[in-house]
């Protein structure tokens, strides 16, 4: 078990409605990245936040969201979803960014969108 | 898009074999990474070799890097049918943040 956890485990939406995935890191870290996993694929990262600051983005739209809080827990939120969003969304949590340190991934949030 | 391609993308052994996937990548990196995956849960980490490292070793895991050919290769010794799973190798580019960038992953089947 890493220590990094997230909810929902899975979830069932339909085209144009928008959700909000969550995402509690390790004890200790101040980073979370975001990542979006389509079947067959290896993952796509979409975010990451630093100390509550957006620390680079990927090539996602800016329908897909985040926010991270005073105390490094995460929220990733999808607006106007399409059947494409339809992934795994994984979260990773590390102890400082810059990308020496061991990411910690959570079990992830199976999306649906119908 | 895609930093690191494994090879081969499907790979299926006898329990007690050794088994060798392979990593290539295009830039610098900062580091490289191996993870596993089972039945599309999440990641779990299995090593992390550094652009000035060549070779790492963690139980029944071996781990080279050369950087001129911008190539790794994962080796678990004595497979057992529990390694099956799906293997990822991801970078971390230079003077970037902790962006990992995966390749679409090799799927290891080890028959009992």
């Known amino acids: 078990e890493t220590g990094v956890t997230q909810s929902p485990t899975h979830l069932i939406k339909t085209r144009g409605q928008q959700v909000t995935l969550r995402c509690s890191s390790q004890?200790?870290?101040?980073?979370v990245s975001w990542y979006q996993q389509a079947l067959g694929q290896g993952p796509q990262f979409i975010f990451q936040?630093?100390?509550?600051?957006?620390?680079g983005r990927g090539n996602f739209p800016p329908r897909f969201s985040g926010l991270q809080f005073p105390n490094y827990s995460s929220e990733l939120n999808v607006n106007a979803l399409e059947l494409d969003d339809s992934a795994l969304y994984l979260c990773?949590?590390?102890?400082?960014?810059?990308?020496?340190?061991?990411?910690?991934f959570g079990p992830g949030t199976r999306l649906l969108v119908l | 898009s895609q930093q690191g391609e494994e090879d081969p993308q499907a790979l299926s052994i006898q329990e007690g074999e050794n088994a060798t996937m392979n990593c290539s990548y295009k830039?610098?990196?900062?580091?490289l990474q191996w993870y596993r995956q089972n039945s599309g849960r999440g990641l779990v980490h299995l090593i992390l070799?550094?652009?000035?490292?060549r070779e790492k070793h963690s139980g029944r895991l071996r781990v080279t890097l050369d950087t001129s050919k911008k190539s790794s290769s994962l080796l678990i010794t004595a497979s057992r049918a529990a390694d099956t799973a799906s293997y990822f190798c991801?970078?971390?580019?230079?003077?970037?943040?902790?962006?990992?960038?995966f390749g679409k992953g090799i799927t290891l089947s080890v028959r009992p």
């Open positions: 990773a949590s590390s102890l400082e960014t810059g990308g020496r340190e061991t990411q910690y």
């Open positions: 004890s200790g870290h101040n980073t």
């Open positions: 936040y630093y100390r509550e600051e957006e620390n």
């Open positions: 830039t610098s990196i900062n580091n």
């Open positions: 070799i550094r652009s000035n490292e």
């Open positions: 991801a970078t971390v580019l230079t003077g970037a943040n902790s962006k990992l960038t």
